[in-house]
């Protein structure tokens, strides 16, 4: 019984003494953990990412470029002027309309409208005569009572008038030498549809 309790003791020593062995050969440890990498940028539209990420830049489109309201040099073209073609009409042949050169500022230089040749207004400019383009001229319109007039359009166009009274925009005419009556009463117009004159010759 002594000699089997010993021998069990001189196992479990002999065990005990091979597992501490300190020829044994120790394990690697494994090696730590990478760091996490940063992703790169992606273009997701974020306030951080620089102009080269950003897939949507604050660039007007071509179409906004190009139009007068991002272009300062350009310009909107000006709507052309419309002469007064309107004396082309057999209802003006007699009538000396008064007529000034488009955009001329200086009032006191009128022209006499004569007849029509070769699609342009023969006028009379002081002391000569010359053809000009209908788009080159402009009425010179009533503003003053006792002015003679014409009516542009209507019936009663080329006829000759004298302004009685003026009421704001509007007037009331009647034609020269003839007395009012209910056979022959006053018109009214508006002052920008009637044109200045020279009495009839």
Known sequence: MFYRDRDESLFELATHTETLNPYQIPQRPSSPPSPPRTPLPTPSGSSTLSPAWDPSP????????????????SRTPMQSHKGPHWLK?????????????????????????????????????????????????EPILATAKGQLVTPMTGSE???????????????????????????????????SDLVQIYPPI
């Open 89 to 137: 009409e057999s209802a003006f042949s007699a009538t000396r309309v008064k007529l000034r050169r488009h955009g001329d500022s200086d009032e006191s230089r009128v022209l006499e409208f004569h007849r029509v040749t070769n699609g342009l207004a023969v006028v009379r400019d002081g002391m000569k005569t010359c053809m000009l383009e209908f788009d080159s001229l």
């Open 157 to 191: 166009k080329g006829h000759a008038f004298q302004i009685r009274s003026i009421n704001g925009g509007d007037c009331e005419i009647y034609k020269k030498g003839t007395r009012k009556t209910k056979t022959n009463p006053d018109l009214y117009y508006s002052l």
């Open 58 to 73: 604050q660039t007007p489109g071509y179409s906004t470029l190009l139009s007068p309201a991002w272009d300062p040099s």
